[in-house]
């Protein structure tokens, strides 16, 4: 398996809807955004369809599926009636992440290891439908084999531990999540896994995880929606793109 040198910049449009559903009207529409955000270079969009639906609601995805040019990761519960959902639309790619009700987001990776034998049938008729099945994961050698045992062809690593640590300047905390982050990577990627993450990402926490060459994608939403406020959607991509090819490119200043 080679290295691509091109890092994938995955938007998630999430809380577009939740600024929309916070008035029960149509704006500001997430449709609107996956379409800014595809023109401005987004190399894929991601949605998440909650089980309460309290953002992206099931026409958002009926929409996307019928505007999109770039692969929507249709991010889901390993629920009976997300499948349905999926196997209906059959999106380029869907990202299995764990749900709970009372959670403000998504706050942890899936507990795979414990519950192989029910994904491994979950995912396969996904799969045989062509879509990439990519399971959200804490940096832990036991979920990644797991993912691996499944047939998962994914796996997204949790970045929130980092980036939490990051913020809260808690230093050793946040080195000790980046370095397992980055083994984890190199890890999964010798497992034949492609490897995205994804989870709280900002402009200061964005590159040292860029520079991970077994990095194909980053998925990223509540930072840069929040951003857009202030300059706009393309302009707020614009600099995380850059962020991203400098870290590519070796370039930390
Ligand atoms: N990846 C996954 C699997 C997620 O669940 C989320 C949050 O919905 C993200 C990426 C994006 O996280 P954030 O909105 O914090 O950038």
């Not at 889901?76 to 009636?81: K, P, R, S, V, Y």
């Not at 507990?111 to 959200?136: K, M, Q, T, W």
């Not at 929040?226 to 870290?247: H, S, T, V, Y």
């Amino acid at each position: 398996m080679t290295i691509s040198g091109k890092l994938r910049l995955g938007v998630n449009i999430d809380h577009v809807a939740t600024v929309r559903n916070a008035r029960g009207g149509d704006t500001p529409d997430p449709l609107r955004a996956a379409r800014v955000a595809q023109d401005a270079g987004a190399d894929g969009i991601t949605a998440h369809l909650r089980e309460d639906r309290r953002h992206i609601s099931d026409a958002d995805i009926e929409g996307l599926m019928d505007i999109l040019t770039v692969p929507l990761n249709f991010e889901m519960a390993a629920t009976e009636e997300m499948q349905q959902i999926a196997l209906r639309h059959k999106p380029h790619a869907v990202c299995i992440v764990p749900e709970k009700r009372e959670e403000r987001t998504t706050e942890g990776g899936l507990e795979v290891a414990r519950e192989e034998n029910r994904l491994a049938h979950y995912i396969a008729p996904l799969r045989d439908a062509g879509c990439r099945v990519s399971i959200f994961i804490a940096a832990d050698v036991r979920q990644i084999d797991a993912a691996h045992r499944i047939g998962a062809q994914v796996i997204e690593l949790h970045s929130g531990a980092y980036c939490d640590a990051h913020h809260e300047n808690r230093l050793d905390d946040r080195d000790r999540e980046l370095n397992s982050l980055r083994e984890m990577s190199t890890y999964a990627h010798s497992l034949g896994l492609e490897v995205h993450v994804g989870h709280g990402l900002t402009y200061e926490t964005v590159k040292p995880v860029a520079a991970f060459p077994e990095v194909m994608e980053l998925n990223i939403g509540h930072f840069l929606i929040g951003e857009a406020i202030f300059r706009g959607l393309q302009p707020a991509m614009a600099e995380m793109r850059r962020l991203m090819d400098e870290a590519r490119a070796g370039n930390f200043a």
